[in-house]
């Protein structure tokens, strides 16, 4: 299953930099987009959601860009912390369906 | 805060035998769903579970996997016959409403380990 796809599997960034993480998928039947973190030996975290109407949608820290006509999603995390240090997966689901399908994740450290 | 809580956090079995996976989902919420990770791979969806019956499933929800909510607060996972292949962390998931694109609040996960 190679519909959606997070090309870095790991990520370093400075304490207080930005952090991007990215997002690519192939099925244009998907529209609605989150993120989710996960620390070791927990379930995801839920973070950030996008629906397709939108191309950005912003909570504090975290800011979500969708483009659709590239197949892509990003996160943005600024400034980042040390405790943002973490495996991060996008999640899609497609009209009509509420299940959710998974990128292969990103390993983000951040460095103090 | 409510959180979806998981038993047993790590099973062994071995080939061949049945195992069932324990979940309690948020208490007000209606959408219930079993994910599973391999090791390495990624997050895969099994099954969604809503107004007492499976709602979608997965070309991997084969006639070895079943769901039951047998009370007002639990949902559970059966493999009826493990094979090696099943060792994976599975994921429970709820989801308060319906109509709505709401998140998917994960549990901590079972790790099975088929031997």
């Known amino acids: 299953d190679q519909q959606v796809k997070q090309n870095s599997p790991s990520l370093s960034v400075q304490e207080g930099r930005i952090s991007i993480l990215n997002c690519d998928y192939t099925?244009?039947?998907?529209?609605?987009f989150l993120w989710y973190k996960k620390y070791p030996a927990e379930g995801p975290t839920f973070l950030i959601s996008i629906s397709s109407i939108k191309d950005k949608n912003e909570d504090g820290r975290f800011t979500v860009f969708l483009n659709k006509s590239a197949k892509h999603l990003s996160l943005h995390i600024v400034p980042s912390q040390p405790g943002d240090s973490a495996v991060y997966f996008c999640a899609l689901s497609k009209t009509g369906a509420n299940n959710l399908f998974f990128g292969t994740g990103t390993r983000l450290t951040v460095i103090p | 805060e409510p959180e979806v809580t998981q038993t047993p956090s790590h099973q062994v079995t071995q080939m061949g035998q049945e195992v069932i996976l324990r979940c309690v989902p948020i208490?007000?919420?209606?959408?219930f769903y079993w994910y599973r990770q391999i090791l390495g791979q990624k997050v895969e969806f099994l099954v969604s579970?809503?107004?007492?019956?499976?709602?979608?499933k997965s070309e991997i929800f084969d006639d070895q996997f079943s769901v039951e909510r047998p009370d007002g607060s639990n949902f559970t996972l059966k493999i009826r016959s493990t094979k090696l292949e099943d060792s994976a962390m599975y994921f429970c998931?709820?989801?308060?409403?319906?109509?709505?694109?709401?998140?998917?609040?994960f549990g901590p996960g079972t790790r099975l380990t088929v031997l």
């Open positions: 208490s007000n919420h209606l959408y």
């Open positions: 099925n244009s039947m998907f529209d609605y």
């Open positions: 579970f809503y107004n007492n019956e499976i709602s979608e």
């Open positions: 998931a709820s989801r308060p409403r319906t109509g709505e694109r709401d998140e998917q609040f």
